[in-house]
């Protein structure tokens, strides 16, 4: 399911955080949206998901105004995963995975064996289904964002949105999250900070600058030396070590 | 764990619990209509409540028979009925904030309740005990409107919302104060401190139809949309990229319990501490999920109040202490229970 957004402006009060953005994603890609703190990747991000309205422009999902699209009908399509969402609550693993069945179900209906099929599918994409019955509050920084992932699989969506999914994740588990997503079969819009993680596991990435889109491409295309120097205020040697179009940055102290 | 977890072994003993607590229920309320000043067997009042019911035409004593029918069974039903309410209501607000203090009073619905009651009792606005009702019920809902707008509508976040409560609360508890302080005698005071804290006497059959009403509709409504309320559980975003028009969600379960407390307060005073307590015992025995917590909300709270009611009544012969004393009493306790078992494990 293709994703295209044009001209999207959004702002708060004066400030405006988005601005002008056009950007199109091609079905089962992966995009990289990166850029400095406060550049408007999260923000961004939340406008590509329909959680907030753009001021001006729009954003189409196979060529319909998300817009027009009732709120429970888009959740049947997209799901969005959080950054650290959390919760005192007291749930288990499953019953964070079953709330993704939650627009699929209407307030009577029963529990059925597509919502279980679903469920049970998300839970061994993340491989947690071994523990489906343990507590939220005794999982790892990990697993809960895998159950997070988890839960978005149980919607069904055909896209998905990630805000920085591999925050306060140690390497391991951030290349794991980032690998899982890119394999799954989904078109999938992923907010991240480590650049060489984004060239890894990308089809093509985003730059943001003050709201402004100021690269769009391949990550061999978009990951320059000028480029990081500009924008990251890093001095940095990109190589294409095994000419696999995925360059590796090493940033320099001075 | 099957696919029938929810509808069936899981709602099997959810089932088994209601239908032992719904039997815990009726047996205090009948306690609660056999004792008091006048005492009378309990196989007296079965046949005078069902001979009130039309069920069978048994010879008992007349007094006996009105005293259980026309003055106590109402009493009883009525503190079911409210603390069911009230802990239906702390429970759709500890969702909706995401707080664990969240209670039926958050939103400055018993303080509000309670300037209008003080104005009828003070100055005397209106007169007789139906417009102490309606006065209450007016400041309730003035209280909750002043909420609602210092939170945009409820589209703001939770921790604004409970700001405006608190704000709403101290403006009310204020107007309270001063009205009781510039214009009431020392009998007032008294009559104002009294009715606060909350009081089954005076209350019949009118009074339970009305509130049988508002809280079953309350509860249809809740129940409507529990699905909703689960999805709140990791924020309104998430429950907003999960389909849920949060606002209007959180507009409706506001004023659906604004409605509900404001109805409860203006009949039997602001009664604390059930609408805080019962949802976090419910939880710990049905888990989180609201479509089985709102019924076992309903069902312990309405145990909770018949026995507190119970309880005012026996523990000072000749003399009927303030519920809200007795939730209090209890409650008190209780709530230091949870706080000390979810004290950071360090």
């Not at chain 1, 998300?122 to 509050?137: I, N, S």
Request: net charge neutral; charged share 15%; hydrophobic share 50%.
């Amino acid at each position: 399911m293709s994703v295209v957004a044009s001209n999207l402006v959004w702002g708060v009060r004066r400030k405006r955080i988005v601005s002008d953005v056009s950007l199109s994603v091609a079905q089962g890609e992966t995009l990289g949206l990166i850029g400095p703190n406060g550049s408007g990747k999260s923000s961004l991000l939340r406008l590509l998901a329909g959680l907030r309205r753009p001021q001006s422009g729009r954003v189409e999902i196979s060529g319909q105004d998300i817009a027009q699209i009732p709120r429970r009908a888009l959740a049947r399509q997209l799901a969005f995963v959080q950054q650290n969402a959390a919760t005192d609550t007291n749930v288990s693993v499953r019953d964070v995975v079953r709330l993704g069945r939650t627009p699929h179900r209407s307030a009577l209906s029963g529990w059925s064996a597509a919502d279980e099929l679903a469920v049970a599918s998300a839970l061994e994409r993340v491989d947690m289904t071994d523990r489906r019955a343990q507590p939220w509050q005794t999982l790892s920084g990990g697993e809960r964002q895998r159950v997070h992932i988890a839960r978005a699989l149980a919607q069904s969506p055909r896209v998905m949105f990630l805000d920085e999914p591999t925050n306060h994740l140690d390497i391991h588990h951030q290349i794991e999250i980032l690998r899982m997503v890119r394999d799954l079969d989904l078109t999938s819009i992923v907010a991240l900070h480590d650049l060489n993680l984004a060239a890894l596991f990308c089809d093509r990435i985003a730059v943001l600058q003050n709201g402004v889109l100021v690269a769009f491409g391949r990550p061999a295309e978009v990951l320059t030396q000028p480029l990081l120097r500009d924008i990251f205020r890093v001095q940095a040697e990109v190589s294409d070590i095994d000419q696999t179009g995925r360059p590796h940055i090493r940033f320099m102290t001075g | 764990m099957t696919p029938s977890d929810e509808t069936g072994s899981g709602a099997g003993w959810l089932a088994l619990f209601l239908v032992l607590v719904l039997a815990v229920l009726a047996f205090a309320v009948a306690l609660a209509t056999a004792i008091g000043d006048y005492s009378i067997g309990l196989r007296t009042v079965t046949l005078a409540i069902t001979n009130g019911l039309g069920l069978t035409g048994a010879d008992i004593p007349p007094i006996e028979e009105s005293v259980v029918w026309d003055l106590r069974l109402s009493r009883a039903l009525v503190a079911a009925l409210a603390g069911a309410g009230l802990a239906i209501c702390g429970a759709i607000l500890q969702a909706l904030l995401r707080n664990a203090l969240a209670e039926p009073f958050v939103l400055g619905v018993s303080a509000g309740a309670s300037t209008g009651a003080v104005c009828v009792i003070v100055l005397g606005i209106g007169a007789g005990s139906l417009s102490l009702s309606a006065g209450a019920f007016a400041g309730a809902f003035a209280a909750f409107a002043l909420v609602a707008i210092l939170s945009n509508g409820a589209t703001s976040g939770p921790n604004h919302t409970i700001l405006a409560g608190v704000a709403a609360s101290q403006l009310f508890n204020a107007l309270t104060s001063y009205v009781v302080t510039t214009s009431g005698n020392a009998q007032q005071a008294r009559d104002v401190m009294f009715w606060l804290l909350g009081s089954f006497g005076g209350v019949r059959w009118p009074d339970f139809q009305l509130l049988c009403a508002v809280v079953i509709c309350g509860l249809a409504i809740c129940l409507w949309m529990a699905r909703a309320l689960d999805a709140f559980t990791f924020g309104d975003e998430d429950a907003a990229a999960l389909g849920v028009p949060v606002a209007r969600i959180r507009l409706i379960l506001f004023a659906v319990t604004a409605m509900m407390t404001a109805t409860i307060v203006s009949m039997v005073g602001s009664i604390g501490f059930v609408g805080l307590v019962v949802p976090h015992a419910a939880r710990h025995v049905v888990g989180p999920l609201h479509l089985r917590l709102l019924p076992a909300c309903a069902a312990v709270g309405a145990v909770f109040m018949v026995l507190a009611d119970i309880a005012s009544r026996v523990i000072v012969a000749q003399q009927t202490i303030p519920i809200g004393v007795v939730t209090a009493l209890v409650g008190v306790p209780f709530f230091a229970i949870i706080l000390y078992r979810s004290r950071p494990q360090t």
